[in-house]
């Protein structure tokens, strides 16, 4: 009975936080970010006002996920990080544009939406190439209807209920010891993980997509050109930077330029500048890093909001900035490798089947699994997956795995099959 209750309480969430009902928890946050979205275009409104009303406001939203929670797992973990990277974009436009760069607090609506579809969406811009008198922005030809984003939806919804049901046999304890006991069972679900979140996060894309064609296209067609998937199959990466900069989720990329990137490229070309007669090279090393670094701290949040603080502080702090860190010096390294083989490997090697296809996914696949865990034990510990409002095939998948398959079962799934 101890052991039972010590491992209740070791798999027990952030239980200090005040029970909120599902549909109350989402305007606890958006109402005040929606205060300050509005605020942004007014003119009438000096920037000192604007900083002054903006505090209590950026302190609620940022504060949302540590004190109130629907004890759901996965409401936890969509609203933890909406809540921190809403703070960080809107402090970077009421505090860190005024004091680093000497702007007003301002943002025009037209920027505000470009600002919140540019993680999807591509906004016409006029060719640069042609003369002034010839610029016109570019125009998407609107080849698609609303049925191919339903499809797509569908599709991926499936994805996430199937993987799902198999992910509902692990426990959090079953995938926190994996990697120690089980390493061939934890690379193969480090894999299927990934190929999961590619789906999570279309799933996601698709539906804001869907709200968009129907809210603002009044449901027309869409251009294919012009929209791309939230992922793009990151099990398919053949490096780092593919991975991190054209096939993972760009879902917070402007909240992670703004807040990291900018400033630390603009602090470090600043304080180079009378030592350093090129400082481009170092002021976008420095920017990178920090998307990497501001990365991390969004997932250190979240897991902080998630398990509590005492348990964060014990078990997993700093391993989410570990992992992602790590991932922004090895997409370094790998960039300064791809420099050097172009001095001393001819093209017809470094083009080659073998190290473009073999060596660079065997590069991509052997460095996430090995930093894997300092991503997924924070995770882990609140069993996230078990809150899924899916599971349509999880007695379809239990029964296929307990009475088909029985020895695979054993081999495959985790200890709550």
Known sequence: MESLIESTFYLAGGTGRTYVPIPFIFPIFSIPVGLLGLMLPL??????????????????????????????????????PTCYNLFLRLFEFYWISPLLYGK??????????????????????????????????????????IYHIIMNLAYHVFICDLFGSWFATFSGTDVMTMHQDRRALYFLFNVVVVFTL??????????????????????????????RPLMINPVMSSSLEELWNVRWHQLFHTSWVAFGFRPARYITQRALAKTVKNTL???????????????????????????????????????????????GVGMTLERFVKKLSKSYLPSFVRESFLVRHIFSRLWVFSFAFLTFPF???????????????????????????????????????GSLL
């Not at 009438?44 to 004190?67: E, G, H």
């Not at 906004?123 to 570019?138: G, I, N, Q």
């Not at 869907?210 to 012009?226: A, M, R, V």
């Not at 090279?281 to 997932?299: C, K, M, Q, W």
């Open 281 to 327: 090279p170092l002021s976008l090393l420095a920017g990178t890093l920090a998307v990497f670094f501001i990365s991390g701290l969004t997932h250190e949040y979240m897991v902080y909001a998630t398990t509590g603080g005492s348990v964060y502080t014990r078990l997993f702090i700093g391993q989410q900035v570990f992992f992602f860190f790590t991932h």
């Open 104 to 145: 007003q607090v301002y943002a025009s609506r037209d920027y505000i939406y470009h600002e919140i579809w540019a993680c999807m969406c591509k906004f016409p811009k006029p060719d640069k190439k042609k003369k002034d008198d010839d610029v016109k922005p570019k125009e998407y030809v609107k080849d698609k209807k």
């Open 43 to 80: 003119q009438q409104i000096p920037s000192v006002a604007k900083q002054i009303l903006s505090i209590p406001l950026l302190a609620i939203i940022f504060a949302t996920p540590i004190f109130f929670t629907p004890n759901n797992g996965l409401i936890d973990i969509i609203v933890a």
């Open 198 to 227: 590619n789906s999570v996060f279309n799933a996601i894309g698709f539906t804001l997509q869907l709200f968009h064609c129907i809210y603002y296209d009044l449901g027309g067609p869409y251009s294919s050109e012009q929209w």
């Open 375 to 413: 991503f997924m034990d924070g995770f882990s510990y609140t069993q996230l997956w078990l809150d899924t409002p899916l599971g349509f095939s999880q007695p379809y998948v239990f029964e296929f795995f307990r009475s088909v398959v029985p020895d695979v079962g054993k081999a495959v799934c």
